[in-house]
C-alpha cells in the first residue's frame, strides 16, 4: 500500500518535471533574445538536476545525488560563463 | 520500481506529498517562464523552482533515505545550500548583461515597462 502511494508519486511527479523540462525547450529554441536562451537553459539545468534526485528516490540509490550535484555546480558554472560573455563579448579576458 | 523500500505510512504519505509539492511548484516556475511578455517579468518565474521546487523535493529526499536506511541522511542539504547560494548571483550578473544589451541598442527599459503596463490595464 505505502509503496503503490509512493511509486504513483514519484511517476506523476517525474510527469510533471518533464513537462517542465518541454516547456524550458521550448523558450530555449522560441528566444527570441539571447537572455530568454541562457534563461532557459539555466531552468533546464534545475529541472534535470530535481529530476535526477527523483530518480534516486525510486531506485533507492544514492549516487543520483552526485550527479544531481555536479549537475547543479555545472548550471552555475554555465550560466555565470554565459552571462558574462552576453556582458563583455569574450569570456576570458 | 521493485527497488523502494517498504516505509511506514506516515513516511511514505509525507514524502509524495513533498515530491508532488516540489514538482508542481517548479512546473508552475517554468509555466511563467513560457508565457511572461517581457525578459524582465520572465526573469523572476524560474526562482520558484529554485527555491522551494528544489527544497521541496530534497526534503522528500532526505526524508526517504532517513527512514528508510534508519540513520539521518542530510547530504541533500548540500545541494539545497549551494542552489540556494548561487541561483541570485547567476540570475543577478544575467539580469545586468540584459540591461547592458538593451542600453547598448538604445532600449529605453523603463519607458518599455510602462508601455507594457498600460497595454495590460487597458485590455489589449
Not at chain 2, 43 to 58: D, K, N
Request: aromatic share 8%; glycine share 6%.
Amino acid at each position: 500500500m505505502t509503496s503503490t502511494i509512493l511509486s504513483l508519486a514519484i511517476s506523476t511527479s517525474q510527469l510533471v518535471l518533464g513537462i517542465a523540462m518541454c516547456l524550458s525547450c521550448w523558450r530555449l529554441i522560441k528566444g527570441p533574445r539571447a537572455q530568454d536562451r541562457v534563461l532557459a537553459l539555466d531552468s533546464l539545468y534545475l529541472n534535470a538536476m530535481l529530476m535526477l534526485v527523483t530518480f534516486g528516490i525510486s531506485t533507492s540509490q544514492t549516487i543520483y545525488f552526485e550527479a544531481a550535484l555536479v549537475i547543479g555546480l555545472l548550471s552555475f558554472v554555465a550560466t555565470a560563463a554565459l552571462a558574462k560573455f552576453l556582458m563583455r563579448g569574450e569570456v576570458i579576458e | 520500481m521493485n527497488a523502494l523500500h517498504a516505509l511506514p505510512e506516515w513516511a511514505a504519505i509525507l514524502v509524495a506529498l513533498c515530491l508532488l509539492a516540489g514538482a508542481l511548484i517548479t512546473l508552475a516556475g517554468t509555466i511563467g517562464l513560457t508565457r511572461f511578455p517581457t525578459f524582465y517579468q520572465r526573469i523572476h518565474a524560474p526562482t520558484l523552482g529554485t527555491s522551494f521546487g528544489a527544497a521541496f523535493i530534497l526534503v522528500a529526499s532526505m526524508i526517504y533515505f532517513s527512514v528508510s536506511e534508519a540513520r539521518p541522511v542530510l547530504h541533500e542539504l548540500l545541494i539545497l545550500i549551494f542552489v540556494t547560494i548561487t541561483t541570485p548571483i547567476t540570475l543577478m550578473l544575467l539580469a545586468r548583461a540584459a540591461l547592458y544589451r538593451d542600453r547598448a541598442e538604445g532600449h529605453d527599459v523603463a519607458a518599455d515597462a510602462v508601455e507594457a503596463e498600460r497595454g495590460e490595464t487597458t485590455g489589449h
